[in-house]
């Protein structure tokens, strides 16, 4: 996401080494044609063959346009053949070079800024940085999924301005989308400083993958507007560790392969003061099914015509195929389910392989066959399909405490994966109004409203198939409806109890139940009968998650950091565990109140819930009903073997809530000290991957960054911000 607010942040080459110390740069721009720190240089390039390296920082380069390489005098290089003795290189890489062949691409034109009216995508190539050097791997795995080996294959990709002249691919693209930002139509927005290099295959443990790469940061496009099309280091390390911890929490997410730094730098007003900074640029390599947006259907329908619109609905239908046929590369523990034999959870809410209940209507002809007929049911099933799987992703982020800070719909991915993490932030105490971007001061994307306004993006998708305003205005779009409004309405009634579902789904595997339901009379907070839920998008209903509704009211009072809660919470049933008897269920918390009294002292300190005397009070009417929840379903569900059923519950609770959370003042320490503090970086992403143990912790860095992960942050760091001025 770009916000249009004046001009954005222009690359500046970095000092040479024993040069005078920089004046702090003015925010202003050269005119077209000028470069130069003062704009004292005028191209001299021939405009129909070359771009001109203009702007404060450019060096006046003329830079071939793709298409104009003969007449420049430079011919483009082809890589060899593969051959059994090439196996393993860059040379051997496999492209699926013609997956975007149904969507019309704009060719040659070069990478000046310019409204994009007849095409899905336009070729342009990467603009390589000064001096490129790795400032972070994710692992050898994430590597092979796009077919790559190691830092120098990454070297290669991100040192050539012509990918296909290192892989068999063709030249790499830009995407063309709009999108609704703060609730206003942006028009055209587009890949601004992303670069595609082409969707490669691999394999992630034998089988076989494939994901669109992306070089994030990579120079201007002509989507790029007043901007330079680079990427900040700082906040690409922010990134890069994001998709890593969304992941290991069974969270489809970007993954990120690589990190690029240089010896560039660019200027950026993180909060948008009119005080810039220089700061150092880099290059995100990341992956996802595609990069195609809710916006990429907005635009499409105006631009392009229904066909663009049900070729890029086929696209979104096989990025969802791939995904259910791979799964997740780290599946959700759900050793209890496993063991009541609840299946419906898994696959509804937990982004299964192999779906027992996945669309036949995705494996239709005519979302297989691009010459097929595509008919309104089809245009009815990717819908579908959609608002299930952002309704149980929505559910996961909210479950893992995680606001992702810039819903726009061109930040919202048609593969129904979480893209763009650039200001999002964990949570601390459950603060439904927190929002993590700085900008948002009327709270339009804060963490207790991601539900809400997911849903409102999937209407505006649907706006856009059945051919009205991007508004809901009650215009009428340019283009032709490829599904009936009452359909498609029928369609998006289903999201809000599918979240409420998944919420509850999520938060009961963080508690270790099967399905928390209230007892039979429970009553709400005001002493009537379970009722319905104050919204459509509230926590999910009490009678449903009896247990869960009464937790987070405790947070909510008493101000707990929410991690912490989950984690302890945890412990100590299991702690209770190691007390109670396979027999009939009893006061275990009674019999044991010194060792589980000190246990539910320690919940209250370590989460700085305050005042903690009436905190620890409350917390323990509630551990009582959440011990007789638990008893009641292992003697349900697991009544001959008690002991398999506690091991299945510490195995899940273990791996649903972790020791460490990117919390927003440890990773901004972090990046600040990029490029050269690779080993911070790949010690932050194992712990966020990995969760060792204490006893597990591997060296000082691990030992040095594990408490900024795992502790309660100071006051002011609980709430703490990030901006999209800092990309």
């Not at 060899?80 to 997956?99: F, I, K, Q, R």
């Not at 439904?432 to 998708?461: C, K, M, S």
């Amino acid at each position: 996401m770009r916000l249009a607010v004046g001009l954005a942040a222009l690359v500046l080459t970095a000092a040479p080494a024993g040069a005078v110390a920089r004046r702090r740069p003015t925010y202003t721009g050269c005119p077209a044609g000028r470069y130069g720190g003062a704009c004292e240089g005028q191209c001299r390039c021939d405009p129909t063959l070359y771009d001109c390296d203009d702007g404060p920082s450019g060096d006046g380069a003329c830079l071939c346009r793709v298409g104009a390489e003969a007449a420049c005098g430079e011919a483009v290089a082809h890589p060899p053949a593969c051959t059994p003795a090439l196996e393993g290189t860059l040379a051997c890489v496999e492209v699926d070079v013609g997956y975007y062949d149904t969507l019309p691409a704009d060719e040659g034109a070069g990478r000046g800024v310019r409204q994009v009216m007849g095409a899905a995508r336009v070729a342009v190539r990467p603009h390589p940085l000064h001096r490129p050097l790795v400032v972070a791997a994710s692992d050898p795995e994430a590597l092979e999924e796009v077919g790559l080996t190691g830092d120098a294959d990454v070297l290669a990709l991100m040192g050539t301005a012509r990918p296909e002249e290192v892989i068999h691919t063709r030249t790499p693209y830009a995407h063309s989308y709009g999108g609704i930002q703060f609730g206003r139509w942006a028009g055209q927005l587009g890949d601004g400083r992303c670069v595609s290099v082409g969707h490669l295959r691999g394999s992630r443990g034998g089988t076989p993958t494939q994901a669109e790469l992306q070089l994030k940061g990579s120079g201007r496009t002509p989507f790029s507007r007043s901007g330079d099309g680079r990427a900040a280091l700082a906040n690409s390390v922010r990134e890069f560790l994001a998709g890593a911890a969304l992941e290991a929490q069974a969270i489809p997410a970007t993954h990120a392969p690589a990190l690029i730094g240089s010896g560039s730098d660019i200027i950026r007003d993180e909060l948008y003061t009119g005080t810039a900074e220089y700061v150092r640029a880099g290059v995100l390599l990341r992956t996802a099914p595609n990069f195609l947006r809710f916006g990429s259907v907005q635009l499409a329908q105006q631009r392009l015509g229904d066909g663009a619109v049900a070729a890029m609905l086929r696209l979104a239908a096989r990025g969802m195929r791939q995904q259910e046929a791979e799964g997740l590369a780290r599946p959700a523990d759900l050793s209890l389910l496993h063991a009541a034999q609840v299946d419906a959870d898994r696959d509804d809410c937990f982004f299964a392989a192999n779906r027992t209940d996945a669309d036949p209507c995705l494996h239709a002809a005519a979302l297989l066959d691009h010459d097929a007929p595509f008919s309104g049911a089809d245009a009815a099933c990717v819908l579908a399909r959609l608002v299930r799987r952002f309704a149980a992703l929505a559910a996961a982020w909210q479950a893992a405490g995680f606001a992702h800070g810039v819903l726009n719909t061109d930040n919202m991915g048609l593969a129904g994966v979480t893209i763009d993490l650039n200001v999002y932030g964990w949570i601390s105490a459950w603060d439904r109004d927190w929002a993590p971007n700085h900008i948002d001061t009327d709270g339009r994307y804060a963490f207790g409203r991601q539900a809400e306004i997911v849903h409102w993006n999937l209407q505006r998708l649907a706006d856009a198939l059945t051919a009205q305003g991007p508004l809901h205005d009650g215009k009428a779009g340019s283009g032709q409806a490829v599904l009936q409004k009452a359909r498609a309405e029928e369609v998006l009634a289903e999201f809000p109890g599918r979240y409420r579902q998944c919420f509850a789904a999520r938060m009961h595997r963080r508690l270790g139940l099967v399905a928390g339901a209230a007892p039979e009379g429970a009553e709400d907070d005001d002493g009537g009968t379970c009722t319905k839920p104050p919204s459509l998008y509230d926590e999910p209903h009490p009678r449903d998650a009896w247990l869960v509704s009464g937790l987070l009211d405790w947070l909510r009072e008493f101000g707990g950091d929410y991690h912490i809660a989950m984690q302890r919470v945890a412990a100590f049933a299991k702690a209770e565990d190691a007390y109670a008897s396979d027999g009939a269920c009893e006061d275990v918390m009674a019999q044991h109140a010194a060792e589980l009294g000190g246990m539910v002292r320690d919940i209250v300190a370590a989460s700085r819930a305050a005042p903690p005397g009436a905190a620890a009070e409350a917390l323990i009417v509630w551990l009582k009903q959440y011990s007789e929840a638990r008893c009641a379903e292992r003697l349900q569900y697991a009544a001959t073997d008690a002991d398999a059923w506690r091991a299945a519950f510490a195995a899940q609770t273990d791996a649903a809530n972790p020791s460490y959370v990117p919390r927003t003042p440890a990773l901004r320490d972090l990046a600040r000290r990029a490029p050269h503090n690779r080993a911070e970086i790949e010690a932050v992403l194992r712990l966020l991957r990995a969760q060792p143990d204490a006893a597990s912790l591997v060296g000082d860095v691990e030992r040095e960054w594990a408490p900024r992960l795992r502790d309660v942050p100071d006051d002011g760091g609980r709430r703490a911000q990030t901006s999209c001025g800092a990309q």
